[in-house]
């Protein structure tokens, strides 16, 4: 058996990992998996490149209040105990923040993870996981070479003035800047679109990462020129929990007028807010698009109206558009929410294939729309072992 590579999304709930081999290309993990509702009652999810249930020996040993540290400690040996998983060659990580300096995917030593540390402030409820998958691995296997692959990496080359905000210079110079993630998400996208557009890959490409954290991202050159999240990831559309761009007079009204406090507002903002509050009934989508309850409508109708008018916001940086690209759980799977965004963007030229649409095809335009708009699969996880393949292990 040749060797393989992990990788691993520690999420502030879930820890999603696959297990890719090292000497092919194939964009099938030969297992997959993830682990949900860390902390409160974690189920255990795992399946092989077929798509067959795998891991049925697990859950009896699975502690439902288990921490992150005790669920990787867990899973890593079980992993090695399967039959196909031959011998490990590199761990690769989803780290949220990689900050100004890093750039690329970066091998971690106890210096980078140093800095990993120093940038936990910016991403509370997101690095702390990630830095703890790193240290559980290592505690694991010290010798083992681990990987850290950055959200906010790709978005490096986006214009200066597409990062900067209008506060005094001091505080952009310490840092404060428009960040952007999804990352990964947008890279692995930008290396299929030639598969999808020819040459057109290259010219003015929206792609929409609609899950339960959402961003668009506004390409050029298959490179990000603009984005919607900024110093975290609460700016930008409404999200499944998260409220999106906001007013910060509100955040001063919640602490002068309703004497809250940072940790009350942080948990209104991240967890209360988005389609679960303006719903008051839930953040799946799922479960809203079959709620006969008119506020789940509206949570629908604002969703689709704050992703529009971000995608507007963000033609500047690019100059005009030649296709619209829907990725992740929302983007991929709602006929109803790519509708209602493209219908507001219709001045712009974009016209959907109802049929198409439906079916979730791959091109849902129709035949005389001026935008060609996709709906692309994406994949965190090759492009986290793509970046292991790039180590020549
Ligand atoms: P995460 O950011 O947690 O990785 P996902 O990309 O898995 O999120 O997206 C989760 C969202 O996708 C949820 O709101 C869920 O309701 C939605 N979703 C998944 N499948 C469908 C579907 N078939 N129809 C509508 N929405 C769906």
Redesign the pocket.
Known sequence: MSGVFLTLNA?SS?L?FAVFERDTTSAVPMISGKITGIGENAVFYARDSQGRALGADLPETLDASASHEQVIAMLLPWLENHQSFGSLVAVGHRVVHGGQNFTKPTRISDAVLQQLQTLSPLAPLHQPHNIAAIHAVAHWQPDLPQIACFDTSFHRTQDPLAQAFALPRDLTDEGILRYGFHGLSYDYIASVLPDHLGPEAEGRVMVA??????SICAMKGRKSRATSMGFTALDGLMM?TRCGALDPGVVLYLMQAKAMDAPEIQDLLYNKSG?LGVSGIS???????DSADPHAADAIALFCYRAASTLAGLLPSIGGLDALVFT??????????RQGICDRLAWLGVKLDAGANAANATRIDAADSRVKTLVLP?NEELTVANACRSFAF
């Not at 990462?209 to 959402?214: D, F, S």
């Not at 953040?283 to 698009?289: C, G, H, I, T």
């Not at 992740?328 to 929410?337: D, K, M, P, R, T």
Request: proline share 0%; net charge negative.
């Open positions: 999420g879930s999603k990462h609609l899950g339960n954290g959402a499944g389609l953040n799946d989508v799922q479960v809203l698009q992740a759980g929302i983007g991929e799977n709602s006929a109803l929410i994406t």
